[in-house]
């Protein structure tokens, strides 16, 4: 167990909606980051939160949107959801500085359904 | 040319084999490279990092080739607990944390 837990762990919305998915890093990590997977692909960066503050954003449309909070938690929030939001939303934590690459760890992630 | 590309498998092979799989990536001024394993309906773990030309870590071998801009990733002596899908990743240049993640290759390791 890596210690990066998320909620919930499945969820079940319609198009248009609004969603919101949270994180808890590991602790002594200070850095977030949160990606998309759909079936058979890879996870998408989009985007990361390093002291509370975004940190690098990947190629995702401003409905999703991000906080971390000063115990290091995050939130990602998607509106007007869409069919093809459909995946399964994955967190990671990091101890990663501004400048520097370490190693992430990843939680379980959030399968969303958008219908 | 996609900023990273894998073998798209999948590869299905008999326990006892070896077994390979390349990645290809565009940015030629990435530094540091990863292999992450993830299993079925599960979130990506760790397998090893290759920072110079290559690593070894027992049955696993992951070798770098910059001037090709390739990763690839042996496994040597196939378990069954091998199946599971290899992501390889390029993470991002210094100042960049765009961690970008291949397609992956499906494994599986048959008795």
Redesign the interface.
């Known amino acids: 167990e ?1 210690g990066v837990t998320q909620s919930p762990t499945h969820l079940i919305k319609t198009r248009g909606q609004q969603v919101t998915l949270r994180c808890s890093s590991q602790s002594g990590h200070n850095t977030v ?1 949160w ?1 998309q997977q759909a079936l ?6 989009i985007f ?1 939160y ?1 002291r509370e503050e975004e ?4 190629n995702f449309p401003p409905r999703f949107s991000g906080l971390q909070f000063p115990n290091y938690s995050s939130e990602l929030n998607v509106n007007a959801l869409e069919l093809d939001d459909s995946a399964l939303y ?1 967190c990671a934590s990091s101890s ?1 500085s ?4 370490n ?2 760890f ?4 959030t399968r969303l359904t958008v219908l | 040319r996609k900023e ?1 590309e894998q073998d798209p498998g999948p590869f299905n092979v008999p326990e006892g084999a070896t077994v390979a799989f390349n990645c290809t990536y565009s940015n030629s001024a990435s530094q ?1 490279f ?1 292999w992450y394993r993830q299993d079925c309906r ?5 397998l090893m ?1 290759v920072y110079s030309s290559g690593n070894e870590d027992g049955r696993f071998t992951a070798q770098l080739n910059r001037a090709s801009q390739y990763i690839s990733l042996l496994i040597r002596d196939s378990k069954l607990s091998d199946s599971a899908t290899y ?1 390889c990743v390029v ?2 240049d ?11 290759t499906r494994l599986t390791v048959k008795p």
Do not use: C, H, I, W
């Open positions: 890596t980051s990606y058979g692909q890879g996870p998408q960066f990361q390093y940190n690098g954003r990947g994955l990663s501004r400048s520097s690459y190693e992430q990843f939680g379980p992630g | 990273v540091s990863f599960k979130e990506p773990k760790l990092s992501l993470p991002p210094p100042g960049n944390n765009d961690m970008r993640f291949g397609a992956g």
